[in-house]
């Protein structure tokens, strides 16, 4: 099948055909291999954050930010689980990044891993819209291998999924990691796509001491994984002749969040997460390394489709949102008001 | 950062989502089974009580003896009024349904999660505990006896007090694998000894004991404990219409996928009596379980509250080995399920408490 042919019906929410996608994902191997741990692209560029299966959303950033190849996209990984249509999600990406190469980027996210899809949702979401084995979600787990880490934007914008890695000075020791692997729970690939900043700056400035340990590398009390400070950043920018760090990974009310003092920035495009939390999202939109816009948006109307009928994302409802009605009805109809008030869910729990 | 807009493709997302809300506004207030409610009623101040001088009708039927408020949702089938909240509370309007029994009120409100503002004060109150990933802080289920002035309610807040700021001594399954790895590779990297401590003590999985909040103006309205008093299940398994329904999430965090932490509340009003189920369930990938159920029943006719707190906990395997051949292609989806989960742990500790006005 053809690209472009692959592309109209992803974009009205069509499913590829198995053997389609299994040819698409080795293909997209085939370029990736050849491609750096770290990528150089310049500006301008669309930086996207988690999207976590919200397909919807997902076209929704193509109406707000203009659609591709008009515009560059840089995606920061967290493409699957969670949300409803990760399948679809990902296909898209997929069938994007084969048509545009040099427009659209893919980074990898700690849920693009056998591990973590299989408990959160994407590995259900495969065997329900594909049945059979789960062929179609090795398919995209080997893939997920492939993806690259991170990327350099004018050479001084570095974006990551989740953050920094004591095992990480400069930027050259994370182009000689070997990628192409099952993410490990620890060293500086774990690290790259699971830390997260730690902000001390507001009890700093109330309290008045600033103890060093807060501003480094410090183990989560989870027992394993780290959160950054303020100086390791620094540092890190410093050595490696960076000004910004643009990450994901981290759920924020406003869509984007700053840490100190900008050096780090949360971009998070998942809007109304797993469809209850409320939140919006953004898109950041950087025009040159010195300018740049956070577009954010809310959840697409089709998403509240799913909410009137009390979405809770677990597996056993999967299957009742993919009827032929989803995509097609007006939301604001009376007729759909009228359906979807006697659809609201009440339980008789005890 | 520079917010300034310079030409280029997209438009600005802001304007499309006033456009739509502006729009389902409108074909809301068109709506012909909201035009049928008294206008009184849509301006009702929805924080103060309804008053009740709604007339007492014969004990045991349904129409009159209720009192729905609230201003955004469809028609109750009993009373006309609207009652079922709406899935998505984000609008400007302060949307907090409820329902009225004779002297009691039941009612809830569900706001999205806090935003950064918020969370920077939640902080301060919290002190060392990294907050959740997603807190529902604006969000409550609230049960109140109007004519005593005591109230049950269960929000966010109050259960992340209940957290213990010490050492929950759980770690994730692949934690001293972690460690011992880090420990090797110290001299190699930017890490000292002290940082392969764990930086601040507090329970990450968020296990919470809470029970819910007693705001009683009268101190002698307090619970008292009972172990003996039980549920009457007959009477709660009895398939007697549903007046309101309610459910939603408090705290919810992933811990960072190593499995979940979630405080969830759902609550149903029936002609005769209540129910608030308040479940904590935590599950810990290759580790633990944990499901603590906090029920409060009221009887409204009797004026009685019975509360009932259970503490179910099992270990991963013994758990995951339970689950039937059925779903053996896909083991780990039947796990988030805490009703399937709690059936197959082992109950802990029960406690019971009652009061009577």
Redesign the interface.
């Known amino acids: 099948m053809e690209l472009d042919r692959c592309l109209e019906l992803l974009y009205v929410g069509q499913l590829l055909p198995e053997a389609t996608l299994k040819a698409l994902c080795f293909k997209l191997k085939e370029k990736l291999v050849k491609e750096s741990n770290v990528v150089h692209i310049s500006t ?1 560029v ?1 930086v996207v954050g988690d999207l976590h299966g919200q397909f919807h959303d997902l076209l ?1 950033i193509f ?5 591709v190849p ?2 560059n996209y840089l995606f920061l990984g967290d493409y699957v689980d969670r949300g409803l249509y990760s399948v679809e999600t990902i296909s898209l990406l997929i069938v994007l990044k084969l048509r545009y190469p040099s427009r659209v980027h893919l980074l990898r996210g ?2 693009e891993s056998r591990q ?1 899809t ?3 949702g994407f ?2 979401e495969c ?1 329900n819209k594909y049945g059979g084995g789960s062929g179609v979600w090795q398919c995209f787990t080997d893939l997920f291998d492939y993806l690259v880490l991170c990327c350099i934007i004018d050479n001084e914008l570095f974006c990551v999924h989740g953050g920094l890695s ?2 990480v ?1 400069t930027i050259d020791q994370i182009r000689i990691i070997d990628r192409f692997r099952e993410i490990p ?3 500086a690939m774990a690290d790259l796509v ?1 830390s997260d900043p ?1 902000d001390s700056s ?2 700093d400035s109330n309290d008045g001491r600033s103890t060093a ?2 501003t ?10 780290f ?1 950054f400070g303020r100086s ?1 950043v620094e540092k890190f920018l410093q050595l490696n002749g960076m000004s910004r760090i643009y990450r994901a990974h ?5 869509g984007y ?2 840490y100190f003092g ?1 050096l780090v ?1 949360t971009v998070w495009s998942a809007p ?2 797993c469809y ?4 919006k999202a953004s898109i950041l ?1 950087l ?1 040159d390394k ?9 959840e697409a ?1 089709e998403n ?1 489709l799913l ?2 009928n ?1 979405a809770t994302a ?3 409802f999967l299957h009742e949102y993919f009827d032929d009605s989803v995509g097609t009805a007006d939301i ?1 109809s ?1 007729e759909y ?1 009228v359906a979807s ?1 006697s659809k ?1 869910h ?5 | 950062m520079d917010s300034r807009r310079v030409p280029g493709p997209g438009i600005n997302i802001v304007q499309v989502n006033q456009a739509r809300e502006a729009f389902a506004r409108t074909v809301r207030a068109r709506d012909p089974r909201l035009s049928s409610q008294s206008s009184a009623q849509l301006t009702t101040d929805s924080n103060a009580f309804p008053d009740t001088t709604t007339a007492m009708s014969s004990p045991g039927a349904i129409k009159g003896r209720h009192r729905c408020g609230n201003p955004n949702n469809p028609a109750c089938p009993h009373c006309s009024a609207v009652i079922i909240p709406a899935p998505r509370a984000s609008l400007p309007l302060e949307d907090t349904p409820s329902i009225s029994v004779e002297d009691w009120v039941v009612s809830t409100r569900k706001k999205p999660i806090l935003n950064s503002r918020e969370l920077e004060e939640w902080e301060q109150v919290l002190g060392p505990l990294t907050l959740p990933e997603m807190i529902f802080g604006n969000s409550f289920v609230r049960v109140e006896n109007a004519k005593h002035g005591w109230c049950l309610e269960f929000n966010a807040l109050d259960a992340l007090k209940s957290v213990k700021l010490e050492d929950s001594g759980i770690r994730v399954s692949y934690a001293n694998k972690w460690i011992d790895s880090k420990k090797k590779q110290q001299r190699h990297s930017d890490l000292d000894d002290r940082s392969l401590e764990i930086g601040q003590h507090y329970d990450w999985t968020y296990t919470t004991h809470y029970k819910g909040t007693l705001k009683a103006s009268n101190p002698i309205h307090t619970l008292t404990r009972d172990d003996a008093e039980v549920l009457p299940l007959d009477k709660l398994a009895r398939p007697d219409p549903i007046l309101f329904y309610d459910e939603m999430v408090l705290i919810e965090d992933e811990l960072a996928d190593n499995g979940i932490s979630v405080v969830s509340v759902k609550v149903r009003v029936m002609n005769e009596r209540a129910l608030i189920l308040c479940r904590f369930f935590l599950r810990v990938d290759g580790v633990l379980f944990r499901v603590y159920d906090t029920r409060v029943y009221v009887e409204f006719d009797e004026n009685k509250v019975v509360r009932e707190y259970k503490k179910y906990e099992g270990d991963y395997k013994s758990v995951l080995s339970k689950q039937n051949a059925g779903h053996s292609r896909d083991p780990k989806a039947i796990l988030r399920d805490s009703n399937w989960v709690v059936q197959h742990l082992s109950l802990v500790k029960r406690e019971c408490d009652v009061i009577q006005f």
């Open positions: 301008p669309t929704e109406q707000i930010g203009g659609a008009n515009t700690n849920h973590i299989q408990s959160y590995y259900s065997l004591p095992n000075q729970h620890d060293g699971w730690e507001a009890s340990s807060t480094h590398f410090q183990v989560s009390p989870r027992g394993a994984g959160t390791v981290q759920l924020c009310n406003e969040q700053v900008g920035t109304n997460y209850r939390c409320g939140n939109e025009y010195d300018h740049s816009f956070f577009n954010v948006f809310e109307p509240k909410n009137s009390s677990t597996g056993g604001f009376d008001q008030a609201r009440v339980e008789y729990f005890l």
